[in-house]
């Protein structure tokens, strides 16, 4: 009797490569997509994870108030407390005082469970005589090698200055460069250290541009020379394992250059701020005495894959829960009396009929 054939395919699994182990602050997402965190766990969760690594986000700012600098020194702190590398530009003069700044991350519930009473430690001394079977170093590291991959920060406490004065930190100052020569210089030295390769990857870097088009950088009116460096940086970091930032005032810019600023974006963000004792939004919205302003998300980075992402609301209130963190929800109508009339949740681009019942588009 013949031996039987081994039936051959070239179409196999291959079974025998590993998921890729990534460094502190990645996490793997669908279609081997890496995240890397903002800094705020809501946003992450909107996001569908975070930011996906090779991605530029760019976030419109509001000219009343600067919101956009709580999305970046939540982004920029989450970094340095993860070790990752940073360059920050900003038009200031002296950009490493704003490091100062940054928030610090609160403490997590694992921290405050670990502080214990005397009596409780007693009791948990037997507890502790295993420790000789499995070794202290080996304790030590699991304790060390623990990393949050989205941290909630304080507002009210500064970060420590071990984190600010890493040695990983690149700051530049745009404020007198004629042109930006140096700012490209910079974020190409920057990015080369974070090659992208299929294998594991050990550090992811971040770089944070503030108000790039700001009113003092004497670049400020070459609107094809700033949207040449866009398109140079988006392509720098689509080959590289590190996420960029621009925040960017739009009505400094011409309609048609907002526009194209707005198509470079992977993700796309703006902020807008809340006027004061506004009566209307606070009849119409849930919470609106913690709200400071709203973040609306106009684009979401999509890489590997052509499935467009579906957001549950593309508006979403920005909050300061006991006036410390900052949380992000989604805008919740207040109750309206019948006999009030319509809601706002109905003022949209179509009206009804209380008599026919039809609607009119």
Known sequence: MAAAKTRTSTFSRNLSTAAPSHGPGLKCGPNGTVFLSSGIPDLDKILGGGFPLGSLVMVMEDAEAPHHMLLLRNFMAQGLVLGQPLLYSSPARDPRGFLGTLPSPAAS??????????????GLRIAWQYKKYFGESQLDG????KHEYSNEFDLRKPLERHFINGPRIDCVSIQDCPDLSTLRDRCATFLSQFPRNDGSISCAGRIAIQSFCAPQCAYSNMEWDMLSFIRYLKSMVRSSNSVAIITFPPSLLSPSFCKRWQHMA????????IQDEDKELAQLL???????GFLNVHKVARINTQVPVILEATTFSIKLQKRRYLVLECLNQAPVDGSSGTSYG?????SSSSKTGNLDF
Do not use: F
């Not at 849930?286 to 400071?292: A, F, K």
């Open 109 to 122: 519930k694992d921290d405050k469970s670990q502080e214990r009473d005397p009596d409780q430690e007693k």
């Open 286 to 292: 849930t919470g609106y005495q913690d709200m400071v």
């Open 346 to 350: 109905t003022s949209g681009g179509w």
């Open 266 to 273: 992977d993700t796309l963000l703006s902020v807008k701020a």
């Open 142 to 145: 699991q304790r060390d090698s």
